[in-house]
């Protein structure tokens, strides 16, 4: 769940993109961290020396935020406030009791640039004193002034061209376009570069015919040997297979073994009266 200081924050900076101001631009450095901003405003309007001047610098929000005010720095030199240190203001940290929590962004830039640039430092903290023929110097150097991290001020429209200079950016473009050029300039060099790194190019005083490669063994040398495989018995022999074992069922028959038993003992008992019969004669 965001808390109240992300939420008026998020607020305000969809307000500042939806509304954007002439004199003004501001917006978070990134969308994970809406506590640190930065902005670009132009200078008040002559007499005052900073007519022609823009000016760079960062506004920080605590946790607390809108209860409590922001601090700010400004990072582009103006002979009226110190670089990159936090100035004493009404509506910033160092003055509290003065701030009102319905304040806020616009609110500030706006009185930062109207009223409190037009006039002297007179010992404010983070303020410094100079002559208007530096604060006017400083304020033509500043259409030329880049910020050391890589976001460079446009003067014309107020906003921030980006994160590269557009001189690099060109630079690097050409530098590709010339890699492309050389890399194309020799496509069966690069090919065969790429194809077989550890082989060295082909000067261009050799002959170009490819080296003769040794055919691949037949298929036909390297053909495994069929295993032989025993011949299928004749139809003959599986006919007589089959005959012998079933005329061995009925050997194993129980039905039999009792038959044999049987005429075994009447055989005895014929036998034995006979023997009988003759004794008694």
Same mark, same amino acid.
């Given at each position: 769940m965001t808390s109240p200081s992300t939420r008026r924050l998020l607020k305000e900076s969809t307000d500042?993109?939806?509304? =954007?101001?002439?004199?003004f631009t501001a917006s978070p450095t @990134?969308?994970?961290?809406l506590h640190d901003w930065h902005f670009t405003l132009t200078g008040p309007p002559s007499p005052t020396p900073y007519a022609s001047g823009?000016?760079?610098?960062?506004? /920080? !929000?605590?946790?607390?935020? =809108?209860?409590?005010?922001?601090?700010?720095r400004f990072l582009t030199p103006s002979g009226r406030f110190e670089v990159n240190r936090e100035i004493c203001l009404s509506i910033s940290g160092h003055h509290?009791? &003065? $701030?009102? =929590?319905? $304040?806020?962004?616009? /609110?500030? #830039? #706006?009185?930062?640039?109207?009223?409190?640039?037009?006039?002297?430092?007179k010992g404010q903290v983070g303020g410094m004193e100079g002559s208007e023929e530096v604060r006017?110097? !400083?304020?033509?150097?500043?259409?030329? $002034? +880049?910020?050391?991290e890589g976001v460079e001020v446009d003067v014309e429209g107020c906003e921030v061209v980006g994160e590269k200079k557009e001189e690099e950016e060109e630079e690097d473009g050409e530098q590709r +376009?010339?890699?492309?050029?050389?890399?194309?300039s020799s496509p069966?060099?690069? +090919? @065969?570069t790429s194809a077989n790194p550890s082989v060295p190019p082909v000067p261009s005083g050799l002959s170009s015919t490819p080296a003769v490669v040794p055919s691949a063994p037949s298929t036909q040398s390297i053909r =495994?040997?069929? /295993?032989? &495989?025993?011949?299928?018995?004749?139809? +003959?022999?599986?006919?007589?297979?089959?005959?012998?074992? &079933? @005329? @061995?069922?009925?050997?194993?028959?129980? $039905?039999?073994?009792?038959?044999? *038993?049987? *005429?075994?003992?009447?055989?005895? *008992?014929?036998? /034995?009266?006979?023997?009988?019969?003759?004794d008694d004669l």
């Open positions: 500042i993109h939806k509304n =954007p101001s002439p004199y @990134s969308d994970s961290n823009l000016y760079h610098g960062r506004i /920080t !929000f605590p946790p607390t935020y =809108p209860l409590r005010p922001p601090s700010f509290e009791e &003065t $701030w009102q =929590p319905a $304040w806020g962004v616009r /609110t500030a #830039l #706006l009185a930062i640039r109207s009223e409190i640039m037009g006039a002297e430092s006017r110097e !400083f304020a033509r150097e500043s259409r030329g $002034w +880049v910020w050391r +376009v010339a890699a492309v050029d050389e890399s194309t069966a060099a690069s +090919v @065969s =495994p040997r069929p /295993t032989p &495989t025993a011949p299928a018995p004749a139809p +003959v022999a599986m006919a007589a297979r089959t005959a012998a074992a &079933t @005329s @061995s069922e009925p050997a194993n028959n129980p $039905w039999l073994d009792r038959a044999i *038993i049987g *005429i075994v003992f009447a055989l005895i *008992i014929l036998i /034995t009266k006979r023997a009988v019969n003759v």
